[in-house]
Every structure is written in structure tokens, then in C-alpha cells.
């Protein structure tokens, strides 16, 4: 090899080498970046005078004189599109069959999405569900649905060789000539008046409940049931995980029990997820019957199974990482043993064990898989702490789950999705960043 | 330290002592809490009227879980639930299971579904027979040139071989022939929608509640799927939706007032603004 | 730490020195009772210890328990190598291969993402990244491994794949551009010396430098046009192989970018000295004499990503399309497959353990097919971290 070309496959490895701690740092960023800004969307937003009523209504919240001057002042710029839609259902009564066959599908689609835009007009019967009681909260959910009543989709299928492509032309056209045709412009032209928009910091959504699965409302049980379910598993796994540090650290020889605890930590830390999961349920729930049904106890016992090795690794790392020093200081003074362990070595560790104690928090507040069977339901109330030992709770990591994939209208609540998604994620990061400030600081410590 | 040590030990010392003495029951008539598992189709009836009814009554938790009509089944002879929400009348092998678990299961249908088959709204077919549907699923078809349209590869999306929208699917459409093995299996109706509005070529069949302006039901042998058709039986696609009781709840009881929902003018309009047909109305002209 | 305290009783016994003439030795008797003592608290500790022990015992006894009477009702032959998975018919049919080659694929695709990735980063980190910039790496590898992996499933699901089928082609055209074009460069300079090596010497640098020319070309016409290919591909779903390989390869960086980092920490200063003292440059030092050193060490890190990628969960259930069938080719990354996990959890639903059906047993197979390889790997995988902190010493 050319020395030449030799230093230039240096600079080039070296080169390919930064390129791939550049792209880790991308897939970050262009995994977060979607995230936090849908996710944002879950907390400040453009409000329509829909949403103040509902909080009105279904909260009491917000200054009751304020929101019904705004909702008449809405209802009298919306009186022209109720006016228009009377004359013509008249128009249409008056007609002949033909007039009638014509426009009786086109009409009904109109009035239906007028109720979703607007919520129920005057005469209308107020619907059982909530979401059939208000308009659209969200301005931007609103323009898409004006959008949706402006412009009807067709599709072109002349072109046999493909699918048919998308043509949008103003629904105006179809009704050009009845009496409902200036309705469009008016829409169009005063949707800001009938909505009267305003930005709203709903700072409420992560303790309000929900409303109508999720429609309206906050995050509050799925928030708790994850704070429960972490801090549930954190009480079973630290005792018997700091224990069981000490007794590797301090007083295990290199015995065959001590052998088999080892492998039997490690490979309890590679068990795959969901076989926690299935444990769960044919253990704690089917034969110790902990139970009857899902709970947060269960969930929170499987989860403390899946942290243990966690806590014994870096618990047992930390204990070993205290200097001797401290220990021969301790037994000179009289200390034993066990004494010396618990106030000299484990304070010297704490650090450590805080931190593993942190990271394992995060790791059990966003798992999935072992909650599935043993504690993670779809609906249910925030609990109070003495139900959590019988009964299920939502939790934030199953509800992304179920609100992504099995919920009625995804794409209407997709900003609820992204919030608590958002809510997840910084509440795992917060909990990583404290660990890494602890480590920071110890490492400071022990440089000095 | 020490006293952290002690402090937390005696919480943990609590809490075991707490979970080991109370062993309460779901059965102890203590009306405090309602477990509903089962199934995906039904679970947005279930969760609205659980909604509505804890709003009615705070003293009650109802929590609803939606793991699929088997699910359902299983955790109610199990007695880990006390209403099981199903697509589909309970198998023998389930039924008598209960039974031998000391567990009566009865049924209540509480609404009329339509299964729909849905395409993208860019696909230019309306209307397919229901063997055309069966051929599709079987593998015959793979392309919808082959139906009249585009020359476009098929997907088929399926649900759950554990839902009861795919059993019911397999038995009034698939007449128990097998379902090609490339098709994409989806964990629940929303899913299934979600895959196919986003994609132009596939097929796939949802319950009439999660048919939406996203997507396009195609008309089968002749008949749109709405409301009326299904109502009237004209459609050939439906099936009742059932919630299993153990036994008949006790009059009085918060089990018994939200079994019942379904009878009151409140339940059946629920059941109409979710999209599916309150049984009130179903006419049984087979 | 305010922590050098010591007990109350200690602190009298050393304060106030031995006047009232107790003996400082102690009895046999009080010898004997603090032995017991100290042998009993051992023993506690110890039980206590075994807690992982028995959690792992349990785990294998409860799945196995439930796993064996499958291959007693269904045998073990077609359940490894039929593709029938029709679990709900009258008389079904357990054939798993499809889903176990589904697994692998998905595995595999994972690795193939993330192992040359992650030992670039982490030969990066341990030598080439200055100690100040490596504070900053650090945080986004922890951030990697914190996020849950429901979040990963919900990119996946809600942000990846619409964005694949819609732009899937371009998409992949721009990938091949960025994976191969260095390699590109760095295979022509290579080629360019090997083929001028045995022209004169006055030759040599003009030669180097035209063949390096042609060669670049070449590869770079290869590229151009296998790029062309995949922009012509039409992807039909984006819930796909390749959608989950990508984004269980990042989900398994941060592990092998950790433990393959710390195998080469552990090489030690002496062995690169003497490789920059024979006069190699650092490219050299790390890929012939670094990297060979630490070899067990990353074995054991690859190891623990395949697992990894194996045992997840929520990604694969929500985005990799879930259909029981063998891709057609079987390299074909943008066909929807099934993995084990995802069938475990997915189809839990209608197994009904009361009566006994194959259907709730055959997920306990699966979860012991997942379990027993989990075990065997983990073993492997110690056994390779174990070999590397041998050499290190």
C-alpha cells in the first residue's frame, strides 16, 4: 500500500466513523421532532368557541358571561347558513320527485357535516354522545372539515390502466341554481365569526379525564395508572433488588449458588418482554391469584421482574465501585460487618443506586408487553390507591396502542395520540436526564 | 440510612399484608366495580355506555378492555371479567367450559352489525358478489384486473384470526373455505380502515360503526350497507352482537342497570350515533 | 455524604475506653451465638438473593408446563415446517414456519441496520471522537435506549409507513446513495493501489490515480443505476419487513454501541501504542489489531442485539403487517410478515386455556421456542464477555 493512499483510508474510515454517530443523532431528531411537535398540538391549539362551551359545560371551567356572549354572538353569525338550509329543505318539499331524487343524498350529506362542523343546529335533537353534542373544538380539525364541505372529492376513473385519481371540485356546482348555493360562500367567508378562534394552553389536558373515549377531555387516568404501575413495581424490585446487590457485592464467594444467581440475572435480563407478560397471567393472576381480574398490582409485580436485573447489575457495580478504604475505616472503629454495609457502603453508593433506580422507573413506566394481560385496560376511572390492588387501570403505554390502532375515529383524535405519546417520552427523558445529572455530579466527586 | 431502611420496610411489610387480606371478589355483590373484556367491534358500545352510565353513578368503576371476542369469553369463565362482549355467539367448547367453571353464561344482543367491504375510495369497483369476495380471499383473484379494474396488485387485509368479525367473515362470506396465507392480519376494525384508507389497492372488511368518508363499502350482491338494509336484513353480511352475563344479574344491581342500557331510548341512541343498529329495530324477516 | 456515622452503641464503646475491666475477649459462648447470628443473616441474604433464581425457574416451569401439551396434542413435525397457520378453523392447523421465518427475517434485517452502525459508532466513540465531544454522544445513546418501544411502534405505524408507500422508491433511492457511495470511494481507492502496485515507481502515482478515476466511475454508473431500480419499486404497504428492520436496528444500536464500546475500551492503551509505534495509521490500528482484540467482546454485543430485536414486542405488532406468510421472494423487504412475539400477543385473544385448546398452547410453544433461544443465546453471549474480560486481563 501506498503511504498516500493509506492516509487517505485513515481519513475516510474516519470520515464513515463520524458519519455514523451523525446518524444515530438524525434518527433521534427525526424521531422526537414529529413527536413533540404533534404533541404540542395536544396542549396549546386554536380553540373555537365549541371548545369554551364545552369546558363551560362539561367542566365548569371559564368565565360563564364571557363564553355565552361568545356562543350568541357565533349563533347570529351562523343564522344566515340555518336560514338557507330551512329555505331550502322548503324548496325541496315544493319540488317535484326528480328535484327531490336529485339532491336528497347530496343534501343529507351536507346537513351531516354542517352538524359536525357547527354541532347541532337549531331544531335539531341533541345527540346521547358527547361528540354528537358540539361542533368541532379544534379550529384546525374545523378548516378541514370546511375544506371537506367546499370541495367534494370524486375520483377520475377514466384511466382503466390505474386506480382512479382524486378531483376536487366545489361542491358549489351541484347545487348551483337552488336556493343553497350561496350557503358556500358563506361558510367560507365567516367561518372565523361562527368559531371565533382563539389560542388555548390546555395545560389541563394531563389531568382532565376524558370525555367520550377520548374525544375531549385530558389523559388523567392513563397519567396515574402509569405512575402507579412504575411506582408499584419500583416498591417490589428495590428491596429485594439492593438486597440481592449486597449479598453479590459483600458476601458471595464464588460458590455454584452465587454462579447460578449470576446467570440466572442475566438471562432473566434477556427474556423477551411479552414472556413477562404471559408469566404474569398464568402466575400472579391464574394460580396465586393475587386477582380476579387485570390489576395494577399484578402488572406491577411483573414489572418488578422485568427491572430486577437492572437494579442488582448497576446496584451491585456501585457497591463494588465504594473504596475499601471506607470499609477498613468503618470495621476499625468497631463496626461489623452488616453494620459497616449499611451506613458507611451503602451511603458511599447511593448515587449509583439512585440512578439505576431512576433508569428502571422510566423503563417500567413505558413497557407494553408485560402489561397487556395483567393490568392494562382501555376505559376505566383514575383509582384510588387502595383499588389498585384489585383493579385494572389504563396506562399511557397501552392507551398509544389502542387509541393508534383500535379506536372508532383515529384520525379525529390523532392529537390525542401524539400527546400522550409526547407525555411518555418526557416523562422516560426527564427521569434519563436526572440519572445522567446524578452521575455528573458524582463523577465531578470523585475526580476531586 | 437506617431509618429510610426501616421506614420503607414497613411500607412494603403494609402493603403485602393488605394484598394478602384482602382477597375481595367481583362476585361478593359488591357492585363497586364492572370488568368488561372481549371484543374490538363491540368495544366502542362498551365504553360509551360505560362512559354514560359512571357519569350517572360515581360510585362505580367500570373498566373496558378490548382484547378480542375469545379474550372476552376466556375471562369470563375464568371469572376475570363480568360481561364479555362478543361478535360472535359463544363456541360449544367455551360453553361448556363455563359451565363446567360453575359459570352460566347468558346472552343479550344489544345491537345489529353489518360487516362492510371496504376499498379506497380511488378504486374504481362498486359492487362485488359475495363469492366474488370469497374468491378474493381465497387467493383466486390476485389483481383487480381480473374484476374489471386497474391492473394493481390486491391486498387483503383480514382481522384477527382472534376477533369474532373474522369468524363471522369466515363463516357467512368464506364458507369455511381457507383464507389465502398472504393476507394481512390487523388487531382491530380501526386498524383495518387505517390500512386501507392508506392504501390504494387493498381490500377489507370492517363493522358498519367504522365505515367513514375514508374509505368506500362496496355494495354486495345489489345491497348498499347502511342502517336501513341491515335493519330490514336485506344485507347479507350481519350479525347480532352479544354481551354474556353470568347468569342473569340480580335486579337492583349496577350490573343488572348497565346490561339493561341497551332497552333504554339513551342506549338505543348510543348504539345509533356509534353507527350500529339498535336491536329494537332489527327485523328478523330470514 | 454526611455518611460516616456510626451506630450509637460503637460510638460509646470507643469513646469510653475499656475502664470498668470487662473482658475484651469474647466468651466461646457469645463467639458461638454471633456466628450463628452472621451464619443466618447470610443465609437471609442469600434467600433473598435467589429471588431471580426463582423468578427464572418459574418462568421456565410455567411456560414449559403450558407448552408441552401442544406437541403431545399436535406433534412437533408440522408445527417447524408447514406454513398453514389457520388456529381458528374447525380442524386447525398449527404449521408456525412461516411466522418463525418472519422472525428471523425481521431479525435479521435489524441487524443488518444496526451491527455495522452501531460497531462504527462505537469504535468512533472509544478512539476517534475527542474525550470533550463524547459527553455530548453519550446522552443521545442513552435517549435511544429510554424511549419506549411503544413510541418506536407508533412512528412505525403513524409517521413511517404512510410515508414509505408514498414516497417508498425515492426513499430507498436515496438510501442506496447514501450507504454505498462511501464504500464506493473507499473500495476504489483500495482497487486503484492493488492494481498500479507492480508498475515502476515514476508510473506508479499517475496510474493510482486513473485506475482509482475508472473504478469511482464505474461504481459510482452502479449505483446511479441500482438506485434508479429502487426508485422504480412501488410499495404497496408500508407496514413491511423494512419499515421494522430499520426501526428495530436503531432500537438495538444503543446496546451494541454500549457493550461493544466497553470491549474496546478494554483492549488498553499498551496495543495501540505499539501499533501507532510500528507506524500504522489509526485506521489500521483499529481495524487489525483493535477490533480483532476485542472480537469476543462485540460477539457478546451483537448477541445481545439480536435478542433484543427478537424479543420485541410492540413495533412488530404494530407495523410489520402481521400476515403469516413467507415473503415471495424471501428477500423481498417489502412484503408484510408475522413474527412470534407479535403472534404471542396478538392472538392470546381466542385461546381459551379452560378448555384446554391447542390454540392457547401453541403460544406457550412459541414463547418457549423464544425463551429456550433467549437462554442459549444469553449463555453464548456470556460465555464471549466472559472470554473478553479474560484477554483484557
Redesign the interface.
Given at each position: 500500500m501506498e503511504i498516500q493512499s493509506r492516509k487517505l483510508l485513515n481519513i475516510s474510515f474516519t470520515s464513515v466513523g463520524v458519519m455514523a454517530i451523525l446518524l444515530m443523532a438524525i434518527s433521534l431528531v427525526v424521531l422526537l421532532f414529529p413527536i413533540f411537535m404533534k404533541g404540542m398540538g395536544a396542549f396549546v391549539f386554536r380553540e373555537t368557541v365549541e371548545n369554551r362551551e364545552l369546558m363551560l359545560q362539561r367542566f365548569g371551567r371559564g368565565n360563564r358571561e364571557e363564553v355565552m356572549a361568545d356562543v350568541r354572538e357565533t349563533e347570529a353569525a351562523r343564522k344566515p347558513v340555518y336560514e338557507l338550509m330551512e329555505r331550502f329543505e322548503e324548496e325541496m318539499s315544493k319540488a317535484d320527485s326528480e328535484f327531490r331524487r336529485k339532491y336528497r343524498s347530496e343534501y343529507g350529506d351536507i346537513k351531516e357535516m354542517i352538524g359536525e362542523l357547527l354541532g347541532p343546529g337549531p331544531g335539531d335533537r341533541e345527540g346521547a354522545l358527547i361528540r354528537k353534542r358540539y361542533g368541532k373544538v379544534r379550529m384546525d380539525r374545523a378548516l378541514a372539515k370546511l375544506d371537506q364541505i367546499l370541495k367534494v372529492e370524486t375520483y377520475d376513473y377514466s384511466d382503466t390502466s390505474s386506480m382512479g385519481k382524486k378531483v376536487l371540485k366545489p361542491r358549489r356546482e351541484i347545487f348551483s341554481g337552488t336556493t343553497l348555493e350561496p350557503v358556500f360562500t358563506i361558510l367560507e367567508k365567516d367561518i372565523n365569526k361562527m368559531m371565533k378562534p382563539g389560542l388555548k394552553f390546555y395545560w389541563r389536558f394531563l389531568f382532565d379525564k376524558s370525555q367520550d373515549a377520548h374525544f375531549f377531555g385530558g389523559i388523567w387516568p392513563e397519567v396515574l395508572g402509569t405512575l402507579y404501575l412504575s411506582i408499584g413495581a419500583m416498591i417490589f424490585a428495590i428491596p429485594f433488588g439492593i438486597v440481592a446487590a449486597i449479598y453479590l457485592a459483600e458476601y458471595a464467594g464464588e460458590g455454584r449458588l452465587t454462579r447460578l444467581i449470576r446467570v440466572s440475572i442475566s438471562s432473566l435480563a434477556g427474556v423477551p418482554s411479552i414472556v413477562f407478560g404471559l408469566f404474569g397471567l398464568a402466575f400472579f393472576i391464574n394460580t396465586m391469584n393475587i386477582s380476579n381480574s387485570k390489576s395494577v398490582m399484578a402488572g406491577s409485580l411483573t414489572l418488578a421482574l422485568l427491572v430486577l436485573p437492572i437494579i442488582i447489575r448497576a446496584s451491585e457495580e456501585a457497591i463494588k465501585s465504594v473504596p475499601r478504604g471506607y470499609r477498613e475505616a468503618a470495621m476499625s472503629l468497631g463496626g461489623g460487618k452488616w453494620h459497616t454495609i449499611i451506613s458507611v457502603v451503602l451511603p458511599a453508593a447511593l448515587p449509583g443506586i439512585l440512578t439505576s433506580i431512576i433508569v428502571s422507573l422510566g423503563r417500567a413506566a413505558g413497557e407494553t408487553a408485560p402489561i397487556i394481560f395483567t393490568a392494562a385496560v382501555s376505559v376505566g376511572k383514575p383509582l384510588a390507591i387502595w383499588q389498585t390492588l384489585s383493579q385494572p387501570t389504563p396506562a399511557l403505554p397501552w392507551s398509544v396502542y389502542n387509541l393508534a390502532t383500535e379506536h372508532e375515529a383515529v384520525n379525529e383524535i390523532r392529537h390525542v395520540q401524539y400527546g400522550m405519546v409526547l407525555t411518555l417520552v418526557v416523562l422516560v427523558l426527564l427521569l434519563n436526564l436526572t440519572a445522567i445529572i446524578i452521575r455528573k455530579r458524582v463523577s465531578k466527586k470523585l475526580r476531586r | 440510612?437506617?431509618r429510610w431502611?426501616r421506614i420503607?420496610?414497613s411500607?412494603?411489610l403494609l402493603?403485602s399484608a393488605?394484598?394478602l387480606g384482602?382477597?375481595?371478589?367481583?362476585y361478593a355483590g359488591k357492585a363497586d366495580?364492572i370488568?368488561i373484556d372481549g371484543s374490538?367491534t363491540v368495544?366502542?358500545i362498551?365504553?360509551?355506555f360505560?362512559?354514560?352510565y359512571?357519569s350517572n353513578n360515581k360510585d362505580v368503576?367500570?373498566?373496558?378492555?378490548?382484547?378480542?371476542?375469545?379474550?372476552g369469553?376466556?375471562?369470563l369463565?375464568?371469572?376475570?371479567?363480568n360481561i364479555a362482549t362478543m361478535s360472535r355467539f359463544m363456541k360449544d367448547?367455551?360453553f361448556?367450559?363455563?359451565v363446567?367453571?360453575g359459570i352460566m353464561p347468558v346472552a343479550h344482543v344489544v345491537a345489529v352489525d353489518g360487516i362492510a367491504m371496504i376499498v379506497?375510495?380511488?378504486?374504481?369497483i362498486k359492487e362485488l358478489s359475495v363469492e366474488k369476495v370469497r374468491e378474493i380471499y381465497k387467493g383466486k383473484y390476485t389483481n383487480w384486473k381480473q374484476l374489471g379494474?386497474?391492473?394493481?396488485?390486491i391486498?387483503m387485509i383480514s382481522r384477527?384470526?382472534?376477533?369474532g368479525t373474522?369468524?363471522t367473515f369466515?363463516k357467512l362470506v368464506m364458507n369455511?373455505e381457507?383464507i389465502e396465507?398472504?393476507?394481512?392480519?390487523?388487531?382491530?376494525?380501526?386498524?383495518v380502515?387505517?390500512?386501507v384508507q392508506?392504501?390504494?389497492?387493498?381490500i377489507g372488511y370492517v363493522g358498519l360503526?367504522?365505515v367513514?368518508?375514508?374509505v368506500k363499502a362496496l355494495t354486495i350482491e345489489g345491497v348498499y350497507p347502511d342502517s336501513r338494509s341491515i335493519a330490514s336484513g336485506v344485507y347479507p353480511i350481519a350479525r347480532p352482537l352479544y354481551m354474556f352475563t353470568d347468569r342473569y344479574p340480580r335486579l337492583g344491581t349496577h350490573l343488572h342497570a348497565f346490561i339493561t342500557l341497551y332497552l333504554t331510548p339513551?342506549g338505543q341512541?348510543?348504539i345509533e350515533?356509534?353507527?350500529f343498529i339498535p336491536v329494537t329495530q332489527y327485523k328478523y324477516n330470514k | 455524604m454526611n455518611g460516616y456515622k456510626v451506630g450509637k452503641n460503637y460510638r460509646e464503646k470507643i469513646s469510653s475506653p475499656n475502664i470498668s475491666g470487662k473482658n475484651l475477649l469474647m466468651s466461646d459462648e457469645k463467639r458461638w451465638f454471633r456466628r450463628i447470628g452472621s451464619l443466618t443473616g447470610k443465609s437471609i441474604l442469600a434467600v433473598i438473593a435467589s429471588v431471580s433464581l426463582l423468578a427464572l425457574f418459574f418462568i421456565f416451569f410455567f411456560i414449559i408446563r403450558d407448552a408441552l401439551p401442544f406437541f403431545r396434542l399436535e406433534g412437533v413435525k408440522n408445527f417447524f415446517t408447514s406454513t398453514a397457520w389457520y388456529p381458528s378453523r374447525e380442524n386447525p392447523e398449527f404449521g408456525a414456519l412461516a411466522i418463525f421465518v418472519g422472525s428471523a427475517l425481521v431479525t435479521l434485517g435489524a441487524v443488518v441496520v444496526s451491527v455495522p452502525l452501531g460497531i462504527l459508532a462505537a469504535l468512533c466513540l472509544s478512539d476517534i471522537l475527542p474525550f470533550t465531544s463524547r459527553q455530548y454522544v453519550k446522552p443521545v445513546i442513552e435517549m435511544l435506549a429510554a424511549i419506549p418501544s411503544v413510541v418506536y411502534g407508533f412512528f412505525a405505524l403513524i409517521v413511517f409507513a404512510p410515508y414509505l408507500q408514498e414516497k417508498g422508491g425515492a426513499a430507498l433511492s436515496m438510501g442506496t446513495w447514501i450507504v454505498l457511495t462511501p464504500l464506493a470511494l473507499v473500495l476504489s481507492v483500495i482497487l486503484g493501489d492493488i492494481l498500479s502496485s507492480r508498475a515502476g515507481k515514476a508510473e506508479k502515482k499517475l496510474r493510482r490515480v486513473i485506475f482509482a478515476m475508472i473504478i469511482a466511475v464505474i461504481s459510482i454508473w452502479g449505483i446511479y443505476s441500482l438506485s434508479d431500480f429502487f426508485s422504480g419499486i412501488k410499495v404497496v404497504s408500508g407496514t413491511n419487513v423494512f419499515n421494522v428492520s430499520i426501526i428495530l436496528g436503531i432500537m438495538a444500536l444503543p446496546l451494541i454501541v454500549s457493550v461493544s464500546e466497553d470491549a474496546l475500551s478494554a483492549v488498553g492503551r499498551d496495543m495501540r501504542e505499539g501499533s501507532y509505534a510500528l507506524g500504522a495509521t489509526r485506521a489500521e490500528t483499529l481495524l487489525k489489531v483493535i477490533v480483532p482484540a476485542a472480537r469476543s467482546g462485540i460477539f457478546a454485543a451483537i448477541i445481545l442485539g439480536v435478542m433484543r430485536a427478537l424479543g420485541e414486542t410492540m413495533v412488530v405488532w404494530m407495523a410489520s403487517g402481521n400476515a403469516a406468510s413467507i415473503p415471495e421472494p424471501w428477500f423481498n423487504l417489502m412484503e408484510p410478515v408475522r413474527t412470534l412475539t407479535a403472534t404471542i400477543a396478538g392472538d392470546m385473544g381466542e385461546a381459551d386455556q379452560v378448555t384446554g385448546s391447542s390454540r392457547y398452547y401453541v403460544l406457550f410453544a412459541m414463547a418457549m421456542c423464544l425463551l429456550i433461544f433467549a437462554f442459549i443465546s444469553n449463555m453464548v453471549s456470556e460465555h464471549f464477555a466472559k472470554k473478553a474480560r479474560g484477554m483484557s486481563k
Open positions: - | 440510612m437506617i431502611i420503607f420496610s411500607i412494603l402493603t393488605l394484598s384482602t382477597s375481595d371478589s367481583a366495580k370488568v374490538t368495544g366502542p362498551a365504553k360509551a360505560a362512559e354514560y359512571m368503576n367500570i373498566t373496558v378492555s378490548e382484547s378480542g371476542s375469545g379474550n369469553a376466556k375471562s369463565l375464568n371469572k376475570m371479567c367448547g367455551e361448556s367450559a363455563a363446567k367453571n379506497h375510495p380511488s378504486n374504481p379494474g386497474p391492473d394493481v396488485k391486498v384477527d384470526t382472534n376477533s373474522y369468524e369466515e369455511k381457507r396465507e398472504n393476507a394481512e392480519y390487523v388487531g382491530s376494525n380501526g386498524a380502515r387505517q390500512r392508506s392504501t390504494p389497492a387493498a360503526g367504522f367513514d368518508r375514508t339513551r341512541e348510543i350515533e356509534i353507527g | -
